[in-house]
């Protein structure tokens, strides 16, 4: 099993490159390529994530990053758009569950975007 911190690392990266994903939107349909291999690889990422623990909370609170109910000083730098379209959006924390499919993070990209 992996420690905390290699865990908080591996929902960073899938964090990070979600974000990356609600760029790409901007600039392509979400049927584009782009888009389509960054959402196959999140998807991928959470399967991994999920070796570890059947399912993981996110949340923001007072602009800070929570992963399981641990805050995260160091963030990185794409990941403060993300937190602020959480905010503008009022979504305050949410849940990944094991078996999160290609159609729900698609679902979440449409949510947040």
Do not use: W
């Amino acid at each position: 099993m992996a420690d905390t911190a290699s865990i908080q690392e591996l929902v960073l990266r899938f964090l990070i490159d979600f974000s990356k994903i609600l760029q790409s939107i901007k600039m392509y349909p979400a049927t584009h390529p782009v888009v389509r291999k960054g959402i196959t690889d999140v998807t991928a990422l959470a399967a991994e994530i999920f070796t570890h623990m059947p399912q993981v909370s996110i949340g923001v609170k007072d602009g800070v990053l929570i992963i399981e109910d641990a805050p995260v000083k160091e963030t990185h730098a794409s990941l403060h758009s993300f937190l602020q379209t959480l905010s503008r959006k009022n979504i305050d924390s949410f849940i990944l569950k094991k078996g999160v499919s290609e159609d729900e993070v698609t679902s979440f990209v449409r949510l947040v975007t």
